[in-house]
Nanobody, 125 residues
Framework: QVQLVESGGGLAQAGGSLRLSCAAS????????MAWFRQAPGKEREFVAV????????DYADSVKGRFITSRDNAKNTVYLQMNSLKPEDTAVYYC??????????????????WGKGTLVTVSS
């Protein structure tokens, strides 16, 4: 069992940065691929980024490629999402999720084993 808690959301100006964290409980955190998703009002939850269990592979949605970076610290049971050059269209609730396999760019919400409750990111223009 893995429990996930996101933090770091808030209000940012367009062009600004935010860093999200996702703290995991459970001794098996380091064996999971970790992913980030987001859901804007009235829209479906969409893939943002994914990082392999060892942190040596990562993939990103085209909409965030070059602006967002995901990383992890297995010693701290934490995964991060550094969001730079934020745009108003990045406004959403951001979720972290755990997957027992690495699917790269094919990562989708239906394959996730565990979810956090999300943290709201609002980007003003």
């Amino acid at each position: 069992q893995v429990q996930l808690v996101e933090s770091g959301g808030g209000l940012a100006q367009a062009g600004g940065s935010l860093r999200l964290s996702c703290a995991a409980s459970g001794r098996t955190f380091s064996s999971y691929t970790m992913a980030w998703f987001r859901q804007a009002p009235g829209k479906e939850r969409e893939f943002v980024a994914v990082i392999s269990w060892g942190g040596n592979r990562a993939d990103y949605a085209d909409s965030v490629k070059g602006r967002f970076i995901t990383s992890r610290d297995n010693a701290k049971n934490t995964v991060y999402l550094q969001m730079n050059s934020l745009k108003p269209e990045d406004t959403a609730v951001y979720y972290c999720a755990a997957d027992d396999d690495y699917r790269g760019a094919y990562t989708n919400r239906y394959d996730m084993d565990y979810w956090g409750k999300g943290t709201l990111v609002t980007v003003s223009s």
